[in-house]
């Protein structure tokens, strides 16, 4: 129950409805000082009623109950029941607004409650928020994760087994399974499977095949030779038969007889930069193909040609490349070395299928920083592996070792630095190094080499010695070309750019006789038959061939073999055995010519001071 008090407002005479407990006082609450109070009034004792409740406690504690959507005083909680907390949502409704102008506060009729049913079924609900966070209460909510549904499987069977093992019932099973093992071997070996008779007869089907293709491609060359030869039997009689009877009449001069022309219709843009024949077949001979133009550096090819057959290569082998020099090895005749532009050697194996070199420098493996412009192969070394020597533009000579499935190389020398000389004669700051360009062994002396420069100069080396032997003041220009004679063994031959060919004696510093052809040389070639004859070509399409026996200052044959407006020669060759020269220029053709019998006359047996006293006078 509530004890009596008085509620004094000093409200200024206004008309106001004041909340008591849980009901509504409506009436004229006037000042303190219009009441009157009588004695009875002020002398009426009223009892206070102690209770649990703490008055210390705050009593405006504002809360938020889900279940009337709304905010309340929380000691109403405690106090009363929740029924009449929710007759108190007037005091935080918004709908309750004060009157001005002193009117009457009205009670808030049932239909404008939020908590109403009219306005349940009149409006909509709206979605719950959490008025803190202003977050969906759905996403506070937590969902049990999705149960998967696997399937089971069967257990494995299970047996319960005992028994006693010993030393007798193991040895007995070992037994037992190595009989079982033999028996099945038997049965295998009785009855092959059907893959296997299969797989037997692709086999079968191969062999049978290569065998058949081999015996076919050997059938169809020894045809096509034929055939070839029967096209060009003129010059198969020219070669074997043919002697020029106007030799006789015009002592000592001689000619040049035209045989066969080989050419390959892939190779017409590149030149002819190497010719080299085989010793152990006379009638094969490989030709390299690459271009001498910086500009036009490209792929090159590596062809071999027989007599046989001269309208298509016997084998080709593509580069990616330009080759510019190769040798074929004396004894192992399918061994083949080459240089490149790009400045690695490779080693060419015949016998094998492919068009992949079975060796092959690399950057790791000593590869040249510069063209490599000749290559030479050399007698086996002790542990009896080939090798061969390189000479590059980068002042290297280098010598490379076939050892199993590797290349190694060794450094032999470094060819000296040349200080660039000015206008008045004073050593310029930056050095020339000197790039070899030709490069021959000696035919009896085997450690003993020499190599021409592109400044001109001649240097005799060693091949287990880093120092230079001698140095000989050659030519003005490149020299293109040394040659050691093959029976004289002080004597070789250099040519060069300048027009010069220079025959040299090395225990002298200056040449022995000078012929100037009055044209750039590209190629001199000693004779294998007389030690006094030698061949070079020019640019300007011309042949020449002298026989210092008989002419030390004429050539006896200078004969126009190509039209100098078509094409331009490069190299030229004799054949081992055969009185034939071959000569390729740089359209990609190679001619081959006879010798007529004046030029090919083998000198009387001589000693070496008497020939060395003819070249003197």
Same mark, same amino acid.
């Given at each position: 129950?509530?004890?009596?008090?008085?509620?004094?407002?000093?409200?200024?005479?206004?008309?106001?409805?004041?909340?008591?407990?849980?009901?509504?006082?409506?009436?004229?609450?006037?000042?303190?000082?219009?009441?009157?109070?009588?004695?009875?009034?002020? #002398?009426?004792?009223?009892?206070?009623?102690?209770?649990?409740?703490?008055?210390?406690?705050?009593?405006?504690?504002?809360?938020?109950?889900?279940?009337?959507?709304?905010?309340?005083?929380?000691?109403?909680?405690?106090?009363?029941?929740?029924?009449?907390?929710?007759?108190? %949502?007037?005091?935080?409704?918004?709908?309750?607004?004060?009157?001005?102008?002193?009117?009457?506060?009205?009670?808030?009729?049932?239909?404008?409650?939020?908590?109403?049913?009219?306005?349940?079924?009149?409006?909509?609900?709206?979605?719950?928020?959490?008025?803190?966070?202003?977050?969906?209460?759905?996403?506070?909510?937590?969902?049990?994760?999705?149960?998967?549904?696997?399937?089971?499987?069967?257990?494995?069977?299970?047996?319960?087994?005992?028994?006693?093992?010993?030393?007798?019932?193991?040895?007995?099973?070992?037994?037992?399974?190595?009989?079982?093992?033999?028996?099945?071997?038997?049965?295998?070996?009785?009855?092959?499977?059907?893959?296997?008779?299969?797989?037997?007869?692709?086999?079968?089907?191969?062999?049978?095949?290569?065998?058949?293709?081999?015996?076919?491609?050997?059938?169809?060359?020894?045809?096509?030779?034929?055939?070839?030869?029967?096209?060009?039997?003129?010059?198969?009689?020219?070669?074997?038969?043919?002697?020029?009877?106007?030799?006789?009449?015009?002592?000592? #001069?001689?000619?040049?007889?035209?045989?066969?022309?080989?050419?390959?219709?892939?190779?017409?843009?590149?030149?002819?930069?190497?010719?080299?024949?085989?010793?152990?077949?006379?009638?094969?001979?490989?030709?390299?193909?690459?271009?001498?133009?910086?500009? #036009?550096?490209?792929?090159?090819?590596?062809?071999?040609?027989?007599? #046989?057959?001269?309208?298509?290569?016997?084998?080709?082998?593509?580069?990616?490349?330009?080759?510019?020099?190769?040798?074929?090895?004396?004894?192992?005749?399918?061994?083949?070395?080459?240089?490149?532009?790009?400045?690695?050697?490779?080693?060419?194996?015949?016998?094998?299928?492919?068009?992949?070199?079975?060796?092959?420098?690399?950057?790791?493996?000593?590869?040249?920083?510069?063209?490599?412009?000749?290559?030479?192969?050399?007698?086996?070394?002790?542990?009896?592996?080939?090798?061969?020597?390189?000479?590059?533009?980068?002042?290297?000579?280098?010598?490379?070792?076939?050892?199993?499935?590797?290349?190694?190389?060794?450094?032999?020398?470094?060819?000296?630095?040349?200080?660039?000389?000015?206008?008045?004669?004073?050593?310029?700051?930056?050095?020339?190094?000197?790039?070899?360009? %030709?490069?021959?062994?000696?035919?009896?002396?085997?450690?003993?080499?020499?190599?021409?420069?592109?400044?001109?100069?001649?240097?005799?080396?060693?091949?287990?010695?880093?120092?230079?032997?001698?140095?000989?003041?050659?030519?003005?220009?490149?020299?293109?070309?040394?040659?050691?004679?093959?029976?004289?063994?002080?004597?070789?031959?250099?040519?060069?750019?300048?027009?010069?060919?220079?025959?040299?004696?090395?225990?002298?510093?200056?040449?022995?006789?000078?012929?100037?052809?009055?044209?750039?040389?590209?190629?001199?070639?000693?004779?294998?038959?007389?030690?006094?004859?030698?061949?070079?070509?020019?640019?300007?399409?011309?042949?020449?061939?002298?026989?210092?026996?008989?002419?030390?200052?004429?050539?006896?044959?200078?004969?126009?073999?190509?039209?100098?407006?078509?094409?331009?020669?490069?190299?030229?060759?004799?054949?081992?055995?055969?009185?034939?020269?071959?000569?390729?220029?740089?359209?990609?053709?190679?001619?081959?010519?006879?010798?007529?019998?004046?030029?090919?006359?083998?000198?009387?047996?001589?000693?070496?001071?008497?020939?060395?006293? %003819?070249?003197?006078?």
């Amino acid at each position: 129950m509530y004890s009596r008090s008085l509620l004094y407002v000093m409200l200024q005479d206004e008309e106001k409805t004041v909340e008591i407990g849980g009901g509504h006082i409506k009436g004229l609450i006037k000042p303190p000082d219009q009441l009157k109070l009588t004695e009875a009034e002020l #002398k009426e004792k009223i009892t206070r009623v102690l209770n649990t409740q703490n008055p210390h406690a705050p009593d405006n504690i504002v809360r938020w109950t889900f279940k009337v959507k709304m905010v309340y005083l929380a000691r109403f909680i405690n106090a009363k029941s929740l029924t009449e907390a929710t007759n108190l %949502s007037c005091v935080f409704s918004p709908q309750t607004t004060p009157v001005e102008d002193g009117g009457e506060v009205e009670e808030a009729g049932e239909e404008d409650r939020p908590d109403s049913a009219a306005s349940k079924t009149d409006k909509k609900e709206p979605k719950i928020t959490n008025i803190f966070n202003s977050c969906d209460r759905a996403t506070q909510t937590l969902h049990n994760p999705p149960r998967e549904i696997n399937c089971q499987t069967e257990p494995p069977p299970r047996s319960s087994f005992s028994a006693s093992a010993n030393q007798w019932e193991i040895y007995d099973a070992y037994v037992q399974e190595l009989q079982k093992q033999e028996k099945n071997k038997e049965k295998q070996k009785a009855a092959p499977s059907e893959k296997d008779e299969k797989s037997q007869k692709k086999m079968m089907l191969m062999e049978t095949q290569d065998i058949d293709l081999n015996k076919v491609s050997k059938a169809a060359k020894v045809l096509e030779r034929m055939v070839n030869l029967n096209i060009f039997d003129e010059i198969a009689q020219d070669f074997a038969y043919y002697e020029d009877p106007a030799d006789e009449f015009k002592f000592p #001069k001689g000619t040049l007889l035209p045989l066969w022309k080989v050419k390959y219709d892939q190779a017409k843009k590149l030149s002819v930069t190497a010719l080299c024949w085989n010793n152990k077949y006379p009638d094969l001979f490989g030709v390299g193909m690459g271009s001498y133009n910086f500009c #036009k550096q490209g792929s090159g090819m590596l062809l071999f040609y027989t007599y #046989k057959n001269c309208s298509f290569p016997e084998y080709i082998y593509p580069t990616s490349s330009g080759v510019l020099c190769l040798d074929i090895h004396e004894e192992r005749t399918y061994l083949v070395a080459v240089g490149f532009y790009d400045g690695s050697v490779a080693v060419y194996n015949l016998k094998t299928e492919g068009k992949e070199p079975i060796y092959k420098s690399t950057a790791k493996t000593g590869k040249h920083t510069a063209p490599v412009w000749q290559v030479c192969w050399q007698n086996d070394d002790m542990d009896s592996n080939h090798n061969f020597y390189s000479v590059s533009s980068d002042g290297r000579v280098v010598s490379w070792t076939l050892v199993k499935n590797e290349l190694v190389f060794t450094d032999i020398i470094r060819l000296p630095v040349i200080p660039a000389e000015t206008e008045e004669t004073e050593p310029a700051q930056t050095p020339l190094i000197a790039c070899g360009t %030709s490069m021959d062994f000696h035919k009896q002396i085997d450690y003993l080499f020499l190599v021409g420069t592109q400044e001109g100069k001649i240097y005799k080396c060693k091949t287990y010695s880093s120092k230079i032997l001698e140095t000989y003041d050659a030519h003005h220009m490149r020299v293109d070309t040394v040659k050691w004679n093959h029976f004289h063994p002080k004597v070789f031959i250099s040519c060069s750019s300048d027009w010069t060919i220079k025959m040299w004696d090395y225990t002298i510093n200056t040449p022995v006789l000078t012929f100037d052809l009055k044209e750039p040389i590209g190629d001199i070639a000693w004779s294998p038959y007389s030690s006094t004859v030698f061949a070079a070509v020019t640019t300007d399409g011309n042949v020449h061939v002298f026989d210092l026996n008989i002419n030390k200052y004429e050539a006896l044959c200078q004969q126009l073999v190509v039209d100098k407006k078509k094409a331009k020669l490069t190299h030229i060759a004799f054949n081992p055995i055969h009185p034939i020269i071959i000569v390729g220029d740089d359209r990609g053709n190679v001619n081959s010519f006879k010798l007529s019998p004046n030029l090919r006359k083998k000198p009387k047996v001589r000693t070496l001071t008497s020939f060395h006293r %003819s070249i003197s006078q």
